[in-house]
């Protein structure tokens, strides 16, 4: 069966610092991938999402960015944290077709 | 383009009470239909799926019936329990691209 990890599960960074969130799936190849932010009490907007290795598409202009350096690992990075980038991480998979399955999630807090 | 709105919480009710939680959609195609249940400090976990007309999806009590006339897919269950606290999004998906509602958060009180 498939699954999704992600790490870290929670994760508190001053304003300015580096980013990375990692996100690996197993039990499946070529997977699509999704990263989405939740904020506090609101609803997912989604950030980018890939179809294959090295193809990304970013939704929303902003700090951060994303890679896909392998099939089935997505990456979530920024080179300076914002106070607003603090929220709930979830990155997901799907195969061809439409059903999304989610991580676990990592909760971001920017100090 | 393609949207999905669904009701306003939060919901409460008090245990074994009868669940609605109505989602209306719009597309240009002809989309599947999801509801997915996210409890506290945890990532979105698939509830229930309808990919056409006139399905209807159920899982651990719940249902959604498509209906296109109405281009709606309102969550329910007949009894609700504590343990169905949680934020209930309603999604479509259509050509690869999936739209998510903004959540309703149902408190059940014993």
């Known amino acids: 069966s498939q699954t999704i990890h992600q790490w870290p599960a929670t994760l508190v960074q001053p304003v300015g610092s580096p980013l990375s969130l990692e996100c690996t799936v197993e039990g499946t190849s070529n997977p699509n991938l999704y990263w989405y932010r939740q904020a506090a009490g609101r609803g997912l907007q989604l950030l980018f999402y890939?179809?294959?290795?090295?193809?990304i598409s970013s939704e929303v202009p902003q700090n951060l960015s994303a890679s896909r350096p392998q099939d089935r690992q997505f990456i979530l990075s920024s080179k300076k944290l914002l106070l607003s980038d603090s929220g709930f991480y979830l990155c997901?998979?799907?195969?061809?077709?439409?059903?999304?399955?989610f991580g676990p999630g990592t909760r971001l807090l920017v100090l | 383009g393609d949207s999905v709105t669904q009701m306003e919480g939060p919901v409460t009710l008090s245990e074994e009470a009868f669940l609605t939680i109505n989602c209306t959609y719009t597309a240009t195609g002809y989309p599947s239909l999801f509801w997915y249940v996210q409890y506290p400090g945890e990532g979105l976990q698939l509830l229930l799926k309808?990919?056409?007309?006139?399905d209807k999806g159920s899982n651990k009590g719940f249902e959604a019936t498509y209906r296109k006339e109405t281009t709606s897919f309102h969550l329910e269950k007949g009894s609700v329990q504590v343990s169905d606290s949680a934020v209930y999004f309603c999604?479509?998906?259509?050509?690869?691209?999936?739209?998510f509602g903004a959540g309703t958060r149902l408190t059940v009180k014993p």
């Open positions: 997901a998979w799907s195969a061809f077709q439409e059903t999304q399955y």
């Open positions: 999604a479509l998906s259509a050509n690869n691209d999936m739209r």
């Open positions: 890939s179809v294959g290795i090295g193809q």
């Open positions: 309808a990919t056409k007309a006139d």
